[in-house]
């Protein structure tokens, strides 16, 4: 009887040295709940630098869009110009600029400068070829590659019958390299250059995704409303319902 009395008291008291072991001291608790503090303030500035990154980002898409525009519209007139220098040339008399004339505004409809389309079956043999590896190389993934194809395509051959293809797969190219600026250049030019070109209503879409991607949310808003305006059976309009709601 005495000996389990003893032991009992033994293990009461282990129990108590044991429970007062695990117990943090106050000095402890207190510099515990300082770096709780500071690590929350940590993960906020985390936080709040992470959303303030993003929004540089998306900025920095946005002036690339703006800067791309303004770089098609310079080309576009610098190509008008040189049309005019071309058919003065032609008549024999020197072109005038004068300064009071404003700048020809470029429109949706207006067509790039015509060129010749090829027409010998050695000239087509040439363009079918060079846009068949253009396409190759984007679907094998190699979409640097299909960038700089497209590019020479449309240099050398921009009035063929796939000359809008090759622009709207050019755009493609740069949405898979995440190049969203430059994709979004690339499309809204198939609707510019090809309005009749069945390839407009994928590029819309497309549009709508790459501001979408680059968090622009009225512009891709925008795309979306226009492809269900005006190609509301099309199977992209189809996927742009989805994208709006997605965005709204």
């Given at each position: 009887?005495?000996?389990?009395?003893?032991?009992?008291?033994?293990?009461?008291?282990?129990?108590a040295?044991?429970?007062?072991?695990c117990?943090?001291?106050?000095?402890?608790?207190?510099?515990?709940?300082?770096?709780?503090?500071?690590?929350?303030v940590?993960?906020?500035?985390?936080?709040?630098?992470?959303?303030?990154?993003?929004?540089?980002?998306?900025?920095?898409?946005?002036?690339?869009?703006?800067?791309?525009?303004?770089?098609?519209?310079?080309?576009?007139?610098?190509?008008?110009?040189?049309?005019?220098?071309?058919?003065?040339?032609?008549?024999?008399?020197?072109?005038?600029?004068?300064?009071?004339?404003?700048?020809?505004?470029?429109?949706g409809?207006?067509?790039?400068?015509?060129?010749?389309?090829?027409?010998?079956?050695?000239?087509?043999?040439?363009?079918?070829?060079i846009?068949?590896?253009?396409?190759?190389?984007y679907?094998?993934?190699d979409?640097?590659?299909?960038?700089?194809?497209?590019?020479?395509?449309?240099r050398?051959?921009?009035?063929?019958?796939?000359a809008?293809n090759?622009?709207y797969?050019?755009?493609?190219?740069?949405?898979?390299?995440?190049?969203?600026?430059?994709?979004?250049?690339?499309f809204?030019?198939?609707?510019k250059d090809?309005p009749?070109?069945?390839?407009?209503?994928?590029?819309?879409?497309?549009?709508?995704?790459s501001?979408e991607?680059?968090?622009?949310?009225?512009?891709?808003?925008?795309?979306?409303?226009?492809?269900?305006?005006?190609?509301?059976?099309?199977?992209?309009?189809?996927?742009?319902?989805?994208?709006?709601?997605?965005l709204?």
């Open positions: 009887m005495k000996v389990t009395l003893w032991r009992s008291i033994f293990l009461v008291v282990l129990l040295q044991f429970g007062a072991g117990k943090i001291p106050l000095d402890e608790r207190q510099a515990v709940a300082e770096l709780q503090k500071k690590v929350a940590l993960e906020d500035e985390l936080q709040t630098g992470a959303g303030r990154q993003q929004s540089l980002k998306q900025e920095l898409e946005g002036l690339r869009v703006r800067f791309d525009e303004a770089r098609d519209l310079i080309l576009k007139q610098g190509e008008e110009i040189q049309a005019l220098l071309r058919a003065q040339a032609v008549k024999g008399n020197p072109p005038t600029f004068a300064n009071s004339v404003p700048a020809t505004k470029v429109t409809e207006e067509k790039p400068p015509s060129v010749p389309a090829p027409s010998s079956p050695g000239e087509v043999q040439a363009f079918e070829k846009y068949n590896e253009s396409l190759a190389a679907q094998n993934g979409y640097e590659n299909a960038v700089k194809l497209f590019a020479a395509y449309l050398d051959f921009p009035t063929t019958e796939k809008a090759a622009r797969w050019l755009g493609e190219s740069y949405y898979s390299l995440a190049q969203y600026a430059q994709a979004i250049t690339e809204k030019r198939v609707q090809f009749a070109s069945a390839k407009v209503p994928d590029a819309l879409l497309k549009t709508a995704m501001y991607a680059i968090g622009s949310r009225e512009p891709a808003l925008a795309a979306c409303t226009e492809l269900l305006r005006k190609y509301p059976g099309s199977l992209s309009a189809e996927l742009a319902e989805k994208a709006r709601a997605r709204e």
